[in-house]
């Protein structure tokens, strides 16, 4: 089992920046890919960004291409997701999620976070 925690989330302004971070505790001894979703309101949970154990892969969505980077210490077992240039349409929760896949398929993500908010005012 994998535990993971998401945070920090919170509320900015459309152009500003976050930084969330995903915990892993657990059995985080096996290499797995981790990706970022998320769900706004009213919408079906989406893929965000994936990175693989090495970091040697990413995928991202297109509409946060150049925007955000996903990147992870696994000395640390986190993982991070830097957010740049935010906009009002990325509110949303966001999850972190846990895979021995690199997918960014959501039903392949065995391991989930308990999400964080984002909200993005224009």
């Known amino acids: 089992q994998v535990q993971l925690v998401e945070s920090g989330g919170g509320e900015v302004q459309a152009g500003g920046s976050l930084r969330l971070s995903c915990a892993a505790s657990?059995?985080?001894?096996?290499?797995?890919?981790m990706g970022w979703f998320r769900q706004a309101p009213g919408k079906q949970r989406e893929f965000v960004a994936f990175?693989?154990?090495?970091?040697?892969?990413?995928n991202y969505i297109d509409s946060v291409k150049g925007r955000f980077t996903i990147s992870r210490d696994n000395a640390k077992n986190t993982v991070y997701l830097q957010m740049n240039s935010l906009k009002p349409e990325d509110t949303a929760v966001y999850y972190c999620a846990a895979n021995d896949r690199a997918t960014a398929r959501l039903d392949e993500y065995g391991y989930w976070g308990q999400g964080t908010q984002v909200t993005v005012s224009s």
């Open positions: 990175i693989t154990w090495s970091g040697a892969m990413t």
């Open positions: 657990g059995r985080t001894g096996s290499r797995y890919v």
